[in-house]
Structures are given as structure tokens and as C-alpha cells.
């Protein structure tokens, strides 16, 4: 696991970010995947598609229904609103809904030829991805307790690391139990290898 | 010189048999665009109906009547003929349905009442009317009063003097909050009758006596009336008024604030320094003013200005400050929302929210900073260069340009909520 890369995909989503792209690839990786994967869990980017070295069509990153549709579905939230929430997809096609057209993406056979295209945020003329920079180096790694990450997370540093005392401030650490978020490992009461510090 | 062309309008002339040469052959368009319709023709004027136009002359004939003879009657007594000539000219110059259509009447309040019959004396507009002694019939003979005479004329005037300050009588019992402004009302009405002529002065003639009493034959002027409506508040200055700046006026105006507001401002000049410039004929010596304007509570501006006049420099520069005040977004009213860095040329600049109590532990120029925006707590560095005027600029832009967990929430399309304040009853900071 070398974080040479991840460093590379730090300043490279930065460099994305400052320069008002929507789109954006990086180099596949599990660890990358499942970064990547934790930050649109906290709302840092849009979308996460695997492809080649073209970028998707847009439409597949995200599910539409056909204008056609819209007026059943409208009819049938009316009378079942909970639908809109919970199950998502499944309901809504049980609600008659048609799947989008062309759902296959096509990734190259070539593991090397692969990559991750991440769809970047903006907020009121402001990328809301503004820095990524990486806490472990590459030639020091460092690991926190989770008493060290419930002082992080209160903005105390600890163990020569800093407080999150920007808003909204987010770090993310590889645990046993896959890459979480420095307040999620808090509450599952695990600590791990500090990777990034997002914000 | 064509030749031909003169010959066959000849011909065209001489010989209809000859087919003209205006045959409508369709002409090739430059575009494809469809040619446009021509343009209605629309009168010059606008017609009017002759029913409109006798509205017109009825409303003309009633709102500005003609003389009728009765009228004529009267003005041939007052005027001599050629007057009155004079005036039906003039009457004639006029056509009542061109006041009425265009005729614009002035509603400012300081407009001349034109339409005055002149009954009345407008005390502002006319004379005062005044009466001379030849006014006075019988004899104007007068002498000195003798005590009792005097004491009885200030007792009358006294009397009529508080007669119109209390038109219903003097009550019985005044209540106490009033006896200070009736004891006023007795001085100043024993003060009148004492200074009034009919004390000092009296008179045989009942003529003399009055004349005494009318105002018309005093020297003095009236008072003017005081007039009393919006205009009149508004541009009445009063001696302790200070001399109005108008540029202080402009900038009131600009911010919709009253003038006790802007006094309550924080101004502080921090920056001043000499700047040269290099001419041709020599260095312009001028000074460089940098001030913070801030309302303490969540306003705060940076103005600069430059002037070779000391004054006008600094003035220069407290008016930008105030035009430029912006909000900033503080957490509790106290602090500031998380840390923030902001960086101006070589000047880093960076701010830390600290909790309640904390006070503002920064150096001079962040510390007059936060207290004029009415920050509370802050902790404060500059790394690097510590450029007094880039130091300023690069916490008013960290300050004004903070990223609210609000935006962020909207940003990331998560929930946030601030927990400060919810374990124990909110009693733990």
C-alpha cells in the first residue's frame, strides 16, 4: 500500500478542484476505490464511476428516469411518499418506472488501462473539495488509538496530530474494518493508519 | 451624358403605343429575411374627437370662468379703463383648455398661493401692516403714569396674558407636575405687563390708549409665524448644530442611517505613514492613512486614503472604512466559525476561534480588528510577514470570507448540527 499515489491524488483533486472541472479521473486502486467511496459517503464528491481512459457517458452517473415517467411517478409518491425515501431504485421501478437506457460501462479488460472518474462538487461558485492533503507520509506512517481520535476530533491534537478545528473538517483513517471516518471510527471504537485530512 | 435616355422619354410621350418599361418583373431579394410591412402612417397629431373637445370647453369654460358683467362692474371701479384692457388682454393671451391640458400646478410646500384674493395677510409673503401717529384722531396728549395707575395697567395686562395661556380659567387646584409651568406663566405674564407701554404711558384719549395697545404702531416687526410641516423640520438648523460635512451627508444618505448611529461607530486610524511621489519637478510628499471602521457588533470596514493635506487623508480614509463595512459571520456573537488562514502577499495570516472567556489574545492590529467587528474571542498568528497594512487586509478578507457550517451542510448535502450547548441542560460549555 504505497501512499506515494494516494499523495498524487490528494494534490490532483486539489488541482481539479481549483481548476472548476466536474470531472475528474484517478488511477484505480482498493485503497483509492474505497477513499474515494468515503468521501461521497461524507458529501465530497458526486459520483464514482469505473471506466477506461474516456470518460463515462454522463448519464450514467445518474440514474434517470425518462421525462415520460415523471407524471406516473409524481401520481404514485402521491399516494405512497415513502417511496421517495427508503429502497430507492427497486421501489420506484416496482412504482413502473423504466431503467435507464444504456446502463452498461464499458472498462477496459486491461487492469492498467482502468480508472476511477469522480464527479467534483461545487457549492455557491466554491468547490466544496477545497484541500486533501495526507497525515501518514510515506516513510511515516501514523497510527491512532481511538483515544487519540475522539481528542482529534474534539480540534485537541494528539499524537502529532491536529485537531479537526476547520468546519467541516473530515480525516480519514484505514481501519480493520475498511476506510472510515475519523468520527465513525469514534463511534465503532476502533482506531487505524491516519490517511487524509479533507476539508 | 446619355443621349438616349432623354430621347425615348420623348417618345414615351409622344406615342403611348410604345409598352412602358415598368413591367413588374419580381426582383431578386439580397436576403432571405421576409421584407418588412410598411409602416402605418400615423398622423403628426393626434386626431381628437369632437365629443373629447367639447368636454374640453365645458371643463375650461367652468374651471376658468369669464367675467361676467356683475365681475366687470366691480373691476371698472377699482381699475381705469386702460387697466382693465390690460387685463382682458391678458386673459385673452391664455386659452383655459391649454392650462387645463398642459397647466402644471407646483405642490412643493414653499410654492407663492398665486390664486390669492388677497383678503387676508399672509404674514410670511407681505408686509407687515403698519399705522403712523396721523392714524390717531383727538388729541395725542400723554404723560407719565404715577404708581397706582402703573401697578393697575400690569395687573390688567398680566391678567390678559394668562387668559390666553389658560382660555378655560385658571383652575382651582393645579396638580404638581403643572406648577412649575404656572408659576412660569405668572412671570412671564407680570413680565409683559411690566415691559408693555400702557405701564409706563397713559393717555386722556381713549384713542391714545388703544394705540398704545395695537401692535401696528409698534417699531418692531411681528415675529415671523412659525411654520410647522415635514420641509420645515428637515432643513430648520439649529445653533448647536455642528458644521455639516457633505460628504458625511452623501455617505448618510448612501447607508440610509440616522447620524447617532454613525457616531456609535469604532473608528481607528492604524496605518499613517509619508509616501513620495517623484516627479519631474520634485517629490509630492502626501500621507497614507489605513483605518478600520466597525460597528461592534458585527460590522467591521478597512478604508484607505492618501492626501498631501494630513487631514483630508485621514478623512479620505474613514469614509471608505464605513462605505466598506461588510458583515462577519461570527459563532455566538463571540467568536469566529473554526480557524481560519488567509494569506496577502508574504503576510500570513491565521485565525483561531477559542471558547467563551478566552478574550482576544492577538497582536495590536487583529486585536483592534476584532474588537471593532465585536469578536470576543480569538487567538491569532502571522507566521511570516508581519506588513502592517497587508496584516489588516488579510484578516478583514479571512474574517469576511468564512465558510459557514450552514454552506457547508448545503455544499456536501449532509446534516450538521452543532452540539455545543445540548449535554447537561446546556450548562457545559
Redesign the interface.
Given at each position: 500500500m504505497s501512499l506515494v499515489n494516494l499523495a498524487h491524488v490528494c494534490s490532483h483533486l486539489q488541482n481539479a478542484s481549483k481548476a472548476r472541472l466536474g470531472l475528474t479521473s484517478i488511477p484505480v486502486s482498493k485503497l483509492h476505490a474505497n477513499l474515494m467511496l468515503g468521501l461521497q459517503r461524507?458529501?465530497?464528491i458526486s459520483s464514482l464511476t469505473l471506466g477506461g481512459p474516456t470518460p463515462p457517458a454522463p448519464y450514467l452517473l445518474q440514474t434517470q428516469t425518462p421525462l415520460s415517467d415523471h407524471e406516473h411517478m409524481a401520481q404514485k409518491l402521491e399516494t405512497e411518499p415513502w417511496l421517495a425515501y427508503g429502497g430507492g431504485e427497486a421501489s420506484l421501478k416496482a412504482s413502473g418506472a423504466r431503467p435507464p437506457r444504456d446502463t452498461a460501462v464499458r472498462v477496459p479488460l486491461n487492469p492498467a488501462r482502468r480508472r476511477l472518474w469522480l464527479g467534483l462538487?461545487?457549492?455557491?461558485n466554491?468547490p466544496?473539495l477545497k484541500h486533501m492533503q495526507l497525515i501518514s507520509k510515506p516513510t511515516r506512517r501514523i497510527w491512532l488509538t481511538v483515544e487519540d481520535l475522539s481528542k482529534i476530533t474534539r480540534t485537541r491534537a494528539s499524537s502529532y496530530v491536529g485537531g479537526l478545528?476547520?468546519?467541516?473538517?473530515c480525516m480519514f483513517l484505514t481501519t480493520d474494518r475498511g476506510i472510515l471516518e475519523a468520527r465513525e471510527c469514534v463511534e465503532r471504537r476502533t482506531g487505524g493508519m491516519a490517511l487524509c485530512r479533507v476539508w | 451624358m446619355s443621349v438616349c435616355r432623354p430621347a425615348r422619354c420623348l417618345f414615351s410621350k409622344a406615342s403611348s403605343s410604345i409598352p412602358k418599361p415598368s413591367a413588374p418583373h419580381p426582383r431578386r431579394p439580397f436576403s432571405t429575411t421576409p421584407p418588412r410591412p410598411v409602416r402605418k402612417r400615423r398622423p403628426h397629431y393626434p386626431s381628437i374627437k369632437a365629443e373629447d373637445l367639447a368636454l374640453l370647453n365645458q371643463a375650461a369654460d367652468s374651471s376658468f370662468p369669464k367675467y361676467d358683467t356683475s365681475e366687470t362692474a366691480l373691476l371698472s371701479k377699482k381699475y381705469t379703463p386702460s387697466q382693465i384692457a390690460a387685463i382682458q388682454a391678458a386673459e385673452q393671451a391664455l386659452d383655459a383648455r391649454d392650462i387645463i391640458v398642459q397647466g402644471q400646478g407646483r405642490t412643493d410646500p414653499w410654492r407663492v398661493p398665486y390664486e390669492d384674493d388677497m383678503a387676508e395677510m399672509d404674514p410670511v409673503t407681505d408686509h407687515a401692516e403698519k399705522l403712523s401717529h396721523t392714524d390717531i384722531k383727538g388729541r395725542k396728549n400723554v404723560r407719565l403714569t404715577n404708581a397706582v395707575e402703573r401697578d393697575a395697567a400690569i395687573a390688567q395686562i398680566g391678567n390678559e396674558t394668562l387668559a390666553k395661556m389658560y382660555p378655560d380659567g385658571i383652575p382651582d387646584e393645579i396638580p404638581k407636575k403643572d406648577q412649575e409651568f404656572f408659576q412660569e406663566a405668572m412671570t412671564t405674564a407680570l413680565t409683559q405687563g411690566a415691559l408693555d407701554p400702557r405701564a409706563v404711558f397713559t393717555s386722556t384719549n381713549p384713542k391714545v390708549l388703544e394705540a398704545l395697545a395695537d401692535p401696528r404702531h409698534d417699531v418692531r416687526l411681528p415675529d415671523l409665524p412659525r411654520i410647522e410641516n415635514k420641509m420645515v423640520r428637515q432643513t430648520r438648523r439649529l445653533s448647536q448644530d455642528e458644521e455639516e460635512d457633505p460628504r458625511q451627508k452623501r455617505m448618510l444618505q448612501y447607508l440610509g442611517w440616522e447620524k447617532e448611529k454613525l457616531r456609535g461607530l469604532r473608528v481607528k486610524t492604524l496605518v499613517v505613514h509619508g509616501v513620495v511621489n517623484q516627479t519631474r519637478m520634485g517629490k509630492i510628499r502626501s500621507l497614507y492613512y489605513l483605518t478600520i471602521a466597525g460597528n461592534g457588533d458585527g460590522l467591521l470596514g478597512v478604508g484607505e486614503g492618501k492626501s498631501v493635506e494630513p487631514d483630508e487623508g485621514r478623512k479620505q480614509s474613514v469614509m471608505s472604512a464605513i462605505r466598506n463595512m461588510r458583515p462577519i459571520p461570527r459563532y455566538e456573537n463571540r467568536t469566529i466559525f473554526g480557524d481560519l488562514e488567509k494569506k496577502v502577499g508574504a503576510t500570513k495570516v491565521q485565525l483561531y476561534s477559542r471558547p467563551p472567556g478566552f478574550g482576544l489574545r492577538t497582536q495590536h492590529l487583529i486585536f483592534e480588528m476584532a474588537r471593532a467587528a465585536g469578536l470576543q474571542d480569538l487567538s491569532a498568528r502571522t507566521p511570516k510577514s508581519r506588513n502592517k497594512m497587508n496584516v489588516i487586509k488579510a484578516t478583514w478578507e479571512a474574517l469576511c470570507n468564512q465558510r459557514l457550517p450552514d454552506e457547508i451542510a448545503r455544499g456536501r448535502g449532509k446534516k450538521l448540527v452543532d452540539v455545543r450547548k445540548v449535554y447537561y441542560g446546556g450548562s457545559v460549555h
Open positions: 461524507e458529501g465530497f462538487k461545487y457549492w455557491n466554491e466544496v478545528t476547520r468546519p467541516g473538517e | -
